[in-house]
Every structure is written in C-alpha cells, then in structure tokens.
C-alpha cells in the first residue's frame, strides 16, 4: 500500500479511538445522571429523543454506565485510552453483570493483567468477552453454575420479522445442544453440495433446517457422527476435586457441573486414548468402547487408594481400564475373544506407576497420560487426560 493508503488507514485508527473516548464520556454522563435522578425508567424516557435511540437501549446503556463506572475502573479507563467501544465494552459488561461488586473487580483486575501485553486482536469484543468468561469461571466457578442452570431453565423459540419478506427463526438452546444442531444440518447441506446440488452452503442450511421442522425429506440421510461437539474437561474436575478448566469447542468455558452431567449420559460410550504427557498431542487409541454405569455422585476417585496390580500381558486396553483416574463400576475388562496380533506389553506394580516395555513410543510413561474418550451417540463423547486435564468430549446429538 502507497503512503496516501497508509495515512488514511492511520485516520481511521484514531477515529476508532476518538469514538471509544466519547463511548466512555457517555456512559459516565449517564451513570453521573442516573445517580443524580434515582429513576431510570423516567430517565431512560426523556433521554430517549436526545439519544434518538429506544427506551429499552437508554436503559441498557444507564445500566452499563452504572457498571463500568462503579466495578470495572480498569475497563473505563481502556475506554477512555481508546482501546476499547462501547461494543467491546458491553460484551464483557454481560459476562461480568451476575457477579456481585468485588468479584467483578476481581475480574476487571485479571483482565488488565491479562491484555497488558496482549496483540491488537486480544482487543475484539468476542475475544474480549471469551476472556473475560474464561476469568469469570476461575472467581465464581460455584455462581457460574448456578447461572448456566438458569440460563437452560429459559431456553426459548424466538421469531424476528425481518425485511424483504425474510424473517428470523432463533432458538435459545444448550451450547452443546446448538452445536450438535448445527453440526448435523452442515453435514447434511455439504452432502447436498457435494452430490451436485447448485444452492450455496448458506440456503441449503436454511432449506435443509425448514425441511427438519417441518418433516419433510431434506433430501440427505445424516452419516450418525453429522451432529458432533467436542468438550474439553480437566480430569479433577470430572472427578468434582476442581470446578474450572472446561471448554466446549466453538463456545469457550461451560460449568464444570454441566460437563459432567454431559459426561455422564446414559447413553455415553467410553473409550481410552493415550496422550503424549509432553504436548498432549494423541498417541494411541483404544479399540474397545464401554458405556458409563454411574452417576456423577457415584464417580470415584483411585489415585489416593492403592492402585491394583496389572496383568502383565495387559494390552493398554486393559491398563486404561484398572489404571485410569476414573470407574463407572463395570467392573475389569474382559480379554478380547478374537485372537488379535500381539500388542507391546505392559508391567506395573502396586503403588507404583506403569512402565512401557514394548517397543512403541517407548519414552512415554501411559499412567500419567492415559485419555478416556467418552463417546455418546445421540449425546457426548470425552477424553480424559490425567496429566494434562484433559477430557475430550463427542457428541452426536
């Protein structure tokens, strides 16, 4: 790009940060008025020509102005240094709004750490919002789950007029609900275009989603993994030693609560992965499947009490099985009645951790990075990574 390009481009910096300056002086007029009148409604109706705006949106933004100016001093003052709109702003306002006045300093003093030397991309409101999220679960693990209760209990089915004759069909579901949802009708739209079908990807995922609900034939059979979600659980949270950690892939952090009851479907299906203890990076992958027996109450803990001893012709199969950090109380692992190629031994010891004595990977230590991937047809699937707390969850809801 020529000088005169660049030169307009820095223009266009500063008035992002002029519009972030006078974001911040509005919302602290607002919230100085606001304290000021002690009525916000009456307030958010006079207002309401000044801002050429609606009741309710002066009534969000008193509230903000409330919220920036009395809990997150370090946000308002982003504001005011221009790195951060009113935007940006009000997404980490919706993440931090539930929590009570010295969590939500809390918060604002850990994000200020956290994008002290951040790059310019950490500063976009959905990154900013995903940290601030991510914050939030490690001050008020306990609040957040209660929320995400909450939150399920109101789920809803929302219609939005639109314009040129196009309308809005939006459902308030479960994070990993939606996922599955989107997942299976992608699928079932890149089916469609790769059989030759000449609609964008775009209208066959609205034509296929009114085809579902309305109970016609979308024209494709969804594969059984079409609707997949992947969650990401520490294993002492699975095992409830520790509420933080968990991710949904493609949303951020979920309560430690709602993984494991995700975690814990009756429909689940077990199944062991290794993990490089180093990187985390997949080793190994276990053929055998099981499917959970026990309820979040009734998961237990081994690692404090003696651990049993292994066969010493176990394939990892087994030793996923007697040496993981979590049991549904199925109970040992039969051997395999098929005769199947010999696979590296394993030896182990009481109280002692297992040794390789195969000839595969033979620097990794399986007992401190052995992965449980739970499966779910119709519903979840997780791995479990005892050094890293790592547990990866596949749903096909």
Known sequence: MGDGVGAMIER???VRARRARLDAEELTLLADIAAVVGDDRGLAEELTPVLRVSTREVERRIDAGRSVAGRMPWLLAA???GEVESYGARRVLAVVGPLDDDAARTVDALLAERLADAPETAWQPGN???????LVEKVDPDGQAERARRARAERKLELAPGEHVMSSLE????????????????????????????????QLRADVTADLLLGRDPGVAPSEAAA????HVPVDAALTISDQGCELDGYGPIPAAVAREIMTNSRSVWRAVLCDPGTGEPVDRGRTRRRPSATPEHVTHRGVAPRPATPRHATPRHVTATRAAMTTGDGPPRRPRTRRRPRPAWSGRRRRPAVWAGRRRPGVRPI???????AVPGAVAVNIDRRRGCVRVRSHL
């Open 79 to 81: 504001m005011r240094a």
């Open 128 to 134: 900013l919002a995903q940290r601030a999220r991510r």
């Open 228 to 231: 997949t979600v992947y969650l």
């Open 12 to 14: 266009v910096r500063e």
């Open 171 to 202: 459902a308030q579901l479960p994070a990993e609900v939606a996922s599955a949802c989107y997942s299976r009708v992608d699928a079932m739209a890149r089916s469609l275009r790769r059989s030759g079908d000449g609609r964008t990807l775009d």
């Open 368 to 374: 401190r990075s052995a992965v449980r991937t739970l």
